[in-house]
């Protein structure tokens, strides 16, 4: 009668008493491993168990460095909040943006855009009007508002010109938040260099929350521009 490596295999998950009760098999088992050596079994459970260790380490600093990542982007998008929730008008808004925004967080091309049915001054260099009709449903930014989610990771060339106008060639990747609270007051628009800086994979948590908050001081501010 052959006995079956599986026969086996069942045989020592039903008895894992079975080594315990026969030491010196253990010490004489040895196992193939990929440089052609043979070693124990005690040496390659020893290799599994660091194994294991260096795995669950890697995971650790990940998690580590992840926790530091987001206490940093926590702490620039408190102040960022902050200071939008204090901006008197239009102009502390540009200003607002710029430093705490573009500059915070690295970020090389801002641009407000906001719906022309509102007083916005075009001699403002991070907030300019778009057109009403460009917003609604069939304009050229239409779908950049009725999207659930933001636009993140890389744009078409129309897109591209369409949110940064002369910087467009410089863009690579962008998000690009709608800024709607009971209206559509417009867009917010992020654009870098870098390809890779906004993916369409990435947790947007933190852009949300600028958006929410962009949205919601607008109202008291385009009433003063008005």
Request: proline residues 4%; charged residues 25%; negative net charge.
């Given at each position: 009668?052959?006995?079956?490596?599986?026969?086996?295999?069942?045989?020592?998950?039903?008895?894992?008493?079975f080594?315990?009760?026969?030491?010196?098999?253990?010490?004489?088992?040895?196992?193939?491993?990929?440089?052609?050596v043979?070693?124990?079994?005690?040496?390659?459970?020893?290799?599994?168990?660091?194994d294991?260790?260096?795995?669950?380490?890697?995971?650790?600093d990940?998690?580590?460095?992840?926790?530091?990542?987001?206490?940093?982007?926590f702490?620039k998008?408190?102040?960022?909040?902050?200071?939008?929730?204090?901006?008197?008008?239009?102009?502390?808004l540009?200003?607002?943006?710029?430093?705490?925004?573009?500059n915070?967080?690295?970020?090389?091309?801002?641009?407000?855009?906001?719906?022309?049915?509102?007083?916005?001054?075009?001699?403002?260099?991070?907030?300019q009007?778009?057109?009403?009709?460009?917003?609604?449903?069939?304009?050229?930014?239409?779908?950049?508002?009725?999207?659930?989610?933001?636009?993140?990771g890389?744009?078409?060339?129309?897109?591209?010109?369409?949110?940064?106008?002369?910087?467009?060639?410089?863009?690579e990747?962008s998000?690009?938040?709608?800024?709607?609270?009971?209206?559509?007051?417009?867009?917010?628009?992020?654009?870098?260099?870098?390809?890779?800086?906004?993916?369409?994979?990435?947790?947007?948590?933190?852009?949300?929350?600028?958006g929410?908050?962009l949205?919601?001081?607008?109202?008291?501010?385009?009433?003063?521009?008005?």
């Amino acid at each position: 009668m052959t006995i079956t490596a599986d026969q086996i295999a069942e045989y020592l998950q039903d008895h894992l008493d079975f080594f315990e009760q026969h030491p010196k098999l253990v010490r004489e088992l040895k196992l193939p491993t990929d440089s052609g050596v043979a070693i124990s079994l005690v040496e390659f459970q020893l290799r599994k168990l660091r194994d294991h260790i260096q795995q669950l380490e890697r995971e650790n600093d990940h998690m580590i460095e992840t926790a530091r990542i987001n206490s940093v982007l926590f702490e620039k998008t408190r102040s960022l909040v902050l200071s939008l929730l204090d901006a008197r008008d239009l102009d502390d808004l540009s200003v607002v943006l710029d430093e705490k925004l573009a500059n915070g967080f690295d970020i090389p091309v801002v641009r407000l855009l906001l719906s022309d049915q509102f007083n916005v001054p075009d001699s403002l260099s991070l907030i300019q009007p778009v057109t009403a009709e460009s917003l609604e449903e069939g304009g050229q930014l239409a779908q950049a508002v009725s999207d659930k989610e933001p636009w993140i990771g890389r744009l078409t060339k129309d897109r591209r010109a369409a949110l940064f106008g002369d910087n467009a060639s410089t863009i690579e990747s962008s998000a690009t938040l709608a800024l709607v609270r009971g209206h559509t007051y417009g867009l917010l628009a992020l654009g870098h260099p870098d390809p890779t800086h906004f993916q369409s994979n990435q947790d947007t948590l933190f852009l949300d929350h600028i958006g929410e908050a962009l949205a919601m001081i607008l109202p008291r501010l385009l009433d003063k521009a008005e």
